[in-house]
């Protein structure tokens, strides 16, 4: 069974940064991609940034493009997504999300795609 555990969510002030992590066990293929999403208050959930286990290709939603760095350690099976410039509209619960690939170079970027998830994680900016 695949399993998804968010950690490193708080509360930081406008120009912080914060990683969160994604620890992911029961893959049963090395050919998958760990999308981060987040759901706003009021909002629908959507999608911030995602990456492959093998090739490493990466998407970012334009709303986080040069604040927010996504990356993986393979060996421990754990993906992080470093957020920095944090602004308050940042604030939300990220979930991790698991897909398994059959083309390493095509990741998805829409939720839907997703088929596990996990609990999430709140990250609160002050202003």
């Known amino acids: 069974e695949v399993q998804l555990v968010e950690s490193g969510g708080g509360l930081v002030q406008a120009g912080g940064s914060l990683r969160l992590s994604c620890a992911a066990s029961?893959?049963?293929?090395?050919?998958?991609?760990i999308g981060w999403f987040r759901q706003a208050p009021g909002k629908e959930r959507e999608g911030v940034s995602c990456?492959?286990?093998?090739?490493?290709?990466?998407y970012y939603a334009d709303s986080v493009k040069g604040r927010f760095t996504i990356s993986s350690d393979d060996a421990k099976n754990t993906v992080f997504l470093q957020m920095d410039s944090l602004k308050p509209d940042d604030t939300a619960v990220y979930y991790c999300?698991?897909?398994?690939?059959?083309?390493?170079?095509?990741?998805?970027?829409?939720?839907?795609?997703?088929?596990?998830w996990g609990q999430g994680t709140q990250v609160t900016v002050s202003s």
């Open positions: 029961g893959l049963i293929s090395d050919n998958y991609a």
């Open positions: 999300a698991a897909h398994f690939l059959r083309d390493p170079w095509l990741i998805p970027t829409n939720q839907e795609s997703y088929e596990y």
């Open positions: 990456i492959s286990s093998s090739e490493g290709v990466t």
